[in-house]
C-alpha cells in the first residue's frame, strides 16, 4: 500500500473512533441525569442504608484535646483511641506523656459543664 492509501484509512478510522466516542459519551450522560434525578426524588441518606428499625445513634459530648505536639501545635489527641505518630515517636525517642499535656484543659471542661448545670 501506499503511503496516501495508508493516510486515507488512517483518517476513516479516527472519524469512525471519534463518532462512537461521542455516541458513547452522549449515552453516558443519559445515564448520569438519570441517575441524578433517581438521587433527587430518594434523600441522600437512605439510598446506602438498609432499612432496620433502630434507635438512633446517641449524641456523644465533644471531647477536648487533652494533648498538643510543640512542634506543630494544630495536632492535637484528646487521649481517647490509637495516639497519633507524633506522640508515639516522640515517646520511642523517650519523652513523658506528662510533657505533651495542654495545661487547664481538665478544669476548662469541668468550668464549662458547671456553667451548663447552672444555666
Not at 448520569?32 to 434525578?37: C, G, S, T
Not at 516522640?90 to 510533657?99: Q, S, T, W
Request: hydrophobic residues 35%; charged residues 35%.
Amino acid at each position: 500500500m501506499e503511503f496516501d492509501e495508508l493516510w486515507e484509512i488512517h483518517e476513516q478510522l479516527t472519524e469512525i473512533l471519534s463518532e462512537r466516542i461521542i455516541a458513547e459519551k452522549h449515552e453516558l450522560e443519559k445515564r448520569l441525569a438519570q441517575l441524578n434525578r433517581v438521587e433527587a426524588i430518594k434523600p441522600s441518606g437512605l439510598l446506602n442504608r438498609p432499612s432496620v428499625n433502630r434507635a438512633p445513634r446517641r449524641k456523644y459530648p465533644k471531647v477536648l484535646p487533652k494533648y498538643c505536639n510543640p512542634l506543630i501545635p494544630s495536632e492535637t489527641w484528646s487521649g481517647r483511641g490509637k495516639q497519633p505518630r507524633w506522640l508515639v515517636a516522640a515517646l520511642k525517642i523517650g519523652h513523658k506523656l506528662d510533657e505533651f499535656k495542654i495545661p487547664d484543659v481538665e478544669n476548662e471542661g469541668r468550668k464549662k459543664s458547671a456553667a451548663r448545670r447552672h444555666e
